[in-house]
Each structure stands twice: as structure tokens, then as C-alpha cells.
């Protein structure tokens, strides 16, 4: 299964607006770009509006957010082997 970036899907949104405009069907634009037309209509609905320098900044707050996740991870650990070590010597 291939995950596509933010910047690929809305390319790929782009290209069959493109398409369709040019004559071709929804079906058919979306099968040369290699989807499901479920995964268009969720695709569309998800980053209709969104230009590529929305999706940059999605993705940059996407990498912060998991740097944050694994930072407050990491305070939950020092704080239980601290609240561990305290038990032992009280």
C-alpha cells in the first residue's frame, strides 16, 4: 500500500481537475492517476481548498507534533523512574 505525501495528493487532485475539465470522466481521471474514486472523493474533501504551501506547513506542524509526542514521552519516563526511585530510598 502506498502512502501518498500531502504535496502528491494535491498534484494528483489538481491533475484530474485538469482532466475532467479537458473532457474526461471522474472514473477515467482517476484511474490514469492510479486511485479509487473513493479515495479521490475523500482526498478532494480533505484538501480541496488546500494549496501546496498549506501542505507544507501541515507537514512541518505534523513533524513538530511528533517531536513534542516523543519529548513529553520521554518526560513520563524520567518522571516514573524518578517517582520509582524515591519509593525505594522512603
Known amino acids: ?20 475539465a479537458e473532457g474526461s470522466t471522474v472514473s477515467a481521471a482517476v484511474r490514469e492517476m492510479g486511485v479509487t474514486e473513493v479515495t479521490y472523493y475523500r ?8 494549496g ?7 507537514r512541518e506542524l505534523e513533524r513538530e507534533n511528533a517531536r513534542l ?4 514521552a520521554d518526560l513520563a ?5 524518578l ?5 525505594g530510598k522512603f
Open 83 to 87: 517517582k520509582e526511585v524515591a519509593r
Open 1 to 20: 500500500m502506498k502512502r501518498h505525501t500531502p504535496e502528491e495528493i494535491v498534484t494528483k487532485l489538481r491533475r484530474v481537475e485538469a482532466l475532467v
Open 77 to 81: 519516563l524520567d518522571i516514573d523512574i
Open 69 to 72: 509526542k516523543k519529548l513529553v
Open 43 to 50: 482526498w478532494r474533501k480533505a484538501y480541496a481548498d488546500v
Open 52 to 58: 501546496k504551501p498549506e501542505v507544507r506547513r501541515l
